[in-house]
């Protein structure tokens, strides 16, 4: 004899305050039991209008805005912004070595991100405290580099039009040689702590699988594209910059669940770390910033693109295709200013992911998305 | 074997902790590990972190020799420039007449105010000055008993020397000079040669 | 894409479905609000393009110059990649009148429109026609207008 219960859906908010959102996000979940059977993200808490304030402000002042967006990732979003201008104008010239700066700040900040990721992911998983503090003290190391190039660890405001703000300090190469060389040893510790432990296994495996015909239907970009076994990178697709000089891989999951997701970003970083030993030993002397680009940083409203010309700007930041959108009406402000932003359109899939999983699952799964507010929200 | 990875994992952090302790350091050196990067916080008021020279902060005016000798001629551009709209600059300073007032052969402004509850220290203002005259500071203990007034800063608060910011940033400070230095060249009369 | 590539898409286009009236403006197609449908199936399903990846949507605001001149018109711009063969961008616009933006969505070809038509309705009230759920996504719910309209007047502190 069995016995029925009557039983009802219950519906929770996770967030906005709640430590494992990674800032002021809100789930509206219904639960079936411990069962996710359906999952509202609901977001705009930290909406400021970004694409509003760019449009009120020349080219150049967008820069230090678009710092914080992903403020974890600061001199790719510049970048994105510099080449999405540089298309509008029609061509600016960027001297070599600044070419070679843009290449190793960028790859410095998919470290970054990729490093401080998996300690928040690891954070989310209960393991709280002790890899993502070893996440950071890494970061640390590269922030300082940031700031003696740019004055600032997190808001650089460094990539310009047409090359970077300022030449390298001296000293800066050696220094970067020197976490380069480094860098292996720390993912070889942290993926002892981590790739093989059986509760991490547990916990990731076959959780939150994103099938490949969905996750490029759904516009998912980024590591968590690849995770799913997509071979889609926009530094080999587009070839921006200089980045078809350099010999690297595109790791790529099978499962695409959130243990591939992890595993991809460490494998990430080890290509990351090619590319940086590869351009520091070519980064050649010479001019950090073209003479248009000076003349851009020193008077922005002497840039006036010609009426109704339209770019969009790509690059793959750590997080995805991060895509500057800008149409000019003459003026020295650009008439619209859209940001393609990766982590908000990754979160289209999120009720797919957590469908049918428990409760703690969801945390995780929105962890290995990789989602930043101050870019979500704008 | 289930548990191996675990273990395997807690051997780092207790390789970490080890390395916390000069004796550890010794002890794994001996034994041929790796030592790691030992303690990496630092006791923060009595020992401060060193910062680079170009760590910026909030802008500051540079003046030459005496306060009244300010490089800024309120020509307004940072003003216009300026991301957040954060500085507010009333001026050049002007007689009854309407014209106006020099000192060191050059105008002045009457105020200048820089609100750093808004000014994001994103150094716009210095590149787009043609005159030199505002810098990035690195000063980064200004914390203040208010939140209006106080974070208000005005042209006396701002103003700092020349050699203030020969001390903080040596290589940007010499760049600069050198550039003042030919631009007063080609300003002078050539008679003067 | 350049200019020759874009006439290409465009004859390719009208060789397939004849009854469409397409423009070229710079890089980019001008499709017609009832035929959006129609071309975005196109562009997803035809071997040569294969557009499976909507990277960018976006509206863009143009408010009638006043007077006597032409009215104004709401524009919404789609980038489109093919990811299986790696090229792209096609940029497609659809001009929409301002009084009343009603668009066919096409979330049901792209999921990754979902929040994308989602921000441009909140943003630009720009209505999406078989949307599975078309509400405000960053501005709050009950918030009135549309705050990146030219027009949209803020509020004096």
């Known amino acids: ?378 | ?193 | 894409m350049s200019f020759a590539q874009i006439e290409e898409l465009k004859a390719a286009i009208e060789r397939d479905l004849p009854d469409l009236t397409l423009q070229v403006e710079g890089s980019t197609l001008i499709v017609e609000a009832k035929d959006l449908l129609r071309v975005c199936r196109f562009l997803k399903d035809a071997p040569a393009y294969e557009m499976d990846d909507l990277s960018n949507l976006t509206a863009i605001d143009y408010p009638a110059a006043g007077g006597a001149g032409p009215p104004g018109h709401i524009d919404v711009v789609y980038h489109l990649y093919s990811m299986r063969q790696k090229h792209g961008p096609i940029a497609l616009r659809v001009k929409l009148p301002r009084d009343n933006p009603v668009v066919g969505s096409v979330t049901p070809l792209w999921r990754g429109a979902e929040f994308q038509e989602r921000e441009a309705y909140d943003l630009f009230g720009v209505i999406f026609e078989g949307h599975p759920d078309l509400r405000r996504i960053l501005m709050w719910e009950g918030f009135k207008g549309h705050p990146m309209r030219k027009d949209y007047v803020v509020e004096e502190q």
């Open chain 2, 1 to 193: 074997m289930i548990g191996i990875g675990v273990l395997k994992g807690m051997w780092v952090t207790l390789r970490q902790f080890i390395g916390t302790y000069p004796a550890g350091r010794w002890l794994l050196k001996r034994a041929g590990l790796p030592e790691g990067d030992g303690l990496c916080t630092i006791e923060y008021p009595e020992v401060k972190q060193q910062h680079a020279e170009r760590h910026r902060v909030f802008p500051f005016l540079v003046y030459d020799a005496t306060p009244d000798n300010l490089r800024c001629v309120a020509c307004k551009i940072c003003e216009q420039e300026c991301p957040p709209q954060c500085i507010h600059i009333v001026g050049p300073a002007k007689d009854e007449q309407g014209r106006p007032l020099k000192t060191h052969g050059r105008t002045y402004p009457l105020r200048f105010d820089i609100d750093v509850s808004i000014c994001m220290s994103c150094r716009i203002c210095v590149d787009v000055c043609p005159f030199d005259a505002i810098e990035m500071d690195n000063a980064h203990e200004i914390s203040s008993g208010g939140r209006f007034q106080e974070l208000n800063y005005t042209k006396e608060q701002l103003l700092k020397s020349a050699d203030y910011f020969q001390k903080i940033k040596p290589t940007e400070a010499a760049v600069v000079d050198q550039r003042l230095a030919a631009k007063a060249k080609k300003s002078a009369p050539p008679s003067s040669s």
């Open chain 1, 1 to 378: 004899m069995t016995a029925t219960f009557d039983t009802q859906l219950l519906e929770i908010n996770l967030g906005p305050q709640h430590p494992s959102t990674h800032g002021v996000f809100r789930m509206q979940a219904i639960l079936d039991g411990e069962t996710i059977v359906k999952l509202k993200p609901v977001m705009g808490y930290l909406h400021r209008n970004h694409e509003q304030l760019g449009e009120g402000m020349t080219y150049i002042a967008s820069f230090p805005f678009t710092d914080r967006l992903d403020y974890f990732c600061a001199m790719t979003n510049n970048l994105a912004l510099a080449l999405a201008i540089e298309q509008l104008a029609g061509g600016i010239d960027v001297p070599e070595r600044a070419q070679y700066i843009r290449v190793i700040m960028s790859e410095l900040t998919r470290l970054v991100n990729h490093t401080v990721l998996v300690g928040f992911l690891l954070n989310d998983m209960g393991a709280f405290g002790t890899p993502l503090l070893y996440a950071f003290r890494e970061r640390e190391k590269i922030l300082d580099l940031f700031e003696a190039a740019s004055g600032s660890r997190m808001m650089c405001n460094y990539v310009r039009p047409g090359g970077v703000r300022e030449d390298l300090p001296e000293g800066f190469l050696e220094q970067t040689q020197k976490i380069v060389n480094e860098y292996p040893r720390f993912l070889d510790e942290f993926e002892a702590l981590l790739t093989d432990n059986e509760i991490i296994l547990q916990r990731t495996q076959r959780v939150g699988v994103l099938p490949k015909e969905l996750a490029i239907n759904a516009s998912v970009t980024g590591p968590m594209l690849r995770a799913s076994g997509a071979d889609y990178d926009i530094r080999k697709v587009d070839g921006y910059g200089i980045y078809p000089r350099f010999s690297f891989k595109v790791p790529l999951g099978t499962a695409g669940d959130v243990y591939d997701r992890y595993f991809v970003r460490i494998l990430e970083m080890r290509e990351s770390l090619k590319i940086l030993q590869q351009a520091l030993r070519e980064i050649p002397s010479g001019p950090s910033i073209s003479p248009k680009g000076l003349q851009l940083v020193t008077s922005p409203r002497t840039f006036r693109p010609p009426k109704g010309a339209e770019a969009y700007g790509r690059i793959e930041a750590p997080k995805g295709e991060l895509g500057f959108y800008l149409v000019s009406d003459g003026s020295p402000q650009p008439y619209r200013y859209h940001v393609r932003a990766p982590s908000f359109i990754n979160l289209t899939v999120l009720e797919d992911l957590c469908l049918g999983h428990k409760v703690a699952d969801v945390i995780i799964i929105l962890g290995s998305i990789d989602i930043v507010m101050g870019e979500v929200d704008r």
